[in-house]
């Protein structure tokens, strides 16, 4: 396996404590492990395979996504009250289409960096994908019970979600009941369709698009009073009062942010601004966006607990103080002026410098 500092055109991504290029040629691997910070702790955060075939240049995309999402798991981690600092992984491949061998490959790579980066589940990956890295890695979470982990870390990515829009509901509407709010979900995934069952056990009235019609099918089947829409621009036609991306990033474009009229937007989705300008449109427009790595962070707080212990009744309790983070740095935000994301990103630099 061979590996290399990143530099040359991602030398504008400043801040990040380390980042590897890695090819292994025995088993065609080819990954970027992005280390963005271990000031309070081994950088922490998910893995995703991809191959980025709706990018132009689907390389770059897989590095900058690797940087901007580890970039977003130091605030993450910061905000949820880790001990740990921010990192990520992206596997360059087909998720439909992996072997053991480039799971194995990239177990070993996390384990050349010698406990620095932690790694975890992310899109593309499975429970069963990180019991095979775990085969090569001790620095491995999200893992099966039986291989000594919590499993599936989007239950409590979803309650984390559902938390966060519960507490900006309040600050949009002054009452966090979401019973009758008209909630549009983007993507219908493992955060997704559990975030529907918590929408719809409060009285939500729930619209999901997905483009998998298996998954809609087996969401309408558990919860048939969600209304299934062909195309998210049929969702975004359904006069929300809440948006909710739960699918890759980059959705929340400029365009969009510029046209669209719901009032409140929280999802789980990572990297939801397709560019950090986009929440200064957001804002002026008030549409308030609660950022995703303030809202999202249930997963890692799932994950993390394989280190300390496996107990998820006491994960889970971490999880609902999201609520209060959420009002916090609304608070922050209509105090100071400036937009959600700058005050989540302010409250988490505060921790992660000592001062909170």
Not at 106 to 114: A, E, I, K, N
Not at 150 to 165: F, H
Request: proline share 4%; charged share 15%; with cysteine.
């Amino acid at each position: 396996m061979t590996s290399t500092d990143l530099a040359g055109p991602w030398a504008d991504f400043d801040g990040h404590e380390q980042v590897v290029v890695a090819y292994d040629a025995a088993s065609g691997m080819q990954a970027v492990i992005a280390v963005h910070s271990t000031v309070l702790g081994p950088a922490l955060g998910g893995v995703r395979m991809s191959i980025y075939a709706d990018r132009t240049e689907p390389a770059t995309a897989a590095h900058q996504d690797a940087l901007r999402l580890s970039r977003a798991m130091t605030y993450k981690n910061a905000l949820a009250g880790l001990d740990h600092g921010g990192g990520k992984g992206v596997i360059f491949g087909d998720p439909g289409n992996k072997s053991v061998e480039v799971l194995h490959a990239f177990g070993r790579l996390v384990t050349s960096l010698g406990g620095r980066y932690i790694t975890a589940g992310d899109v593309g990956m499975s429970v069963a994908d990180m019991d095979t890295i775990g085969q090569t890695c001790p620095w491995t979470t999200g893992r099966s019970p039986s291989s000594g982990g919590v499993g599936d870390s989007g239950i409590l990515t979803a309650v984390g979600v559902w938390q966060a829009m519960r507490a900006a509901a309040g600050q949009v509407w002054g009452t966090c009941d979401l019973a009758g709010r008209r909630v549009g979900v983007v993507g219908a995934g493992k955060v997704g369709s559990r975030l529907v069952g918590h929408l719809i056990d409060e009285g939500a009235i729930v619209f999901v698009v997905d483009p998998a019609s298996a998954t809609l099918a087996a969401l309408f089947k558990q919860y048939p009073q969600v209304q299934v829409l062909e195309s998210t621009a049929a969702l975004l036609g359904a006069d929300l009062d809440v948006l909710s991306p739960n699918a890759m990033g980059g959705f929340l474009t400029m365009e969009l942010a510029e046209h669209l009229s719901v009032p409140l937007i929280c999802g789980g989705a990572n990297n939801q601004l397709a560019s950090p300008e986009v929440a200064g449109v957001l804002a002026a427009r008030g549409v308030l966006y609660a950022p995703d790595f303030m809202v999202n962070c249930g997963g890692v707080i799932q994950v993390a607990e394989e280190l300390t212990g496996c107990d998820l009744e006491r994960a889970r309790a971490k999880v609902m103080q999201v609520f209060t983070t959420t009002e916090k740095v609304l608070v922050r935000a209509q105090g100071t002026g400036c937009t959600p994301v700058a005050a989540a990103e302010a409250l988490a630099e505060d921790r992660i410098a000592g001062r909170g």
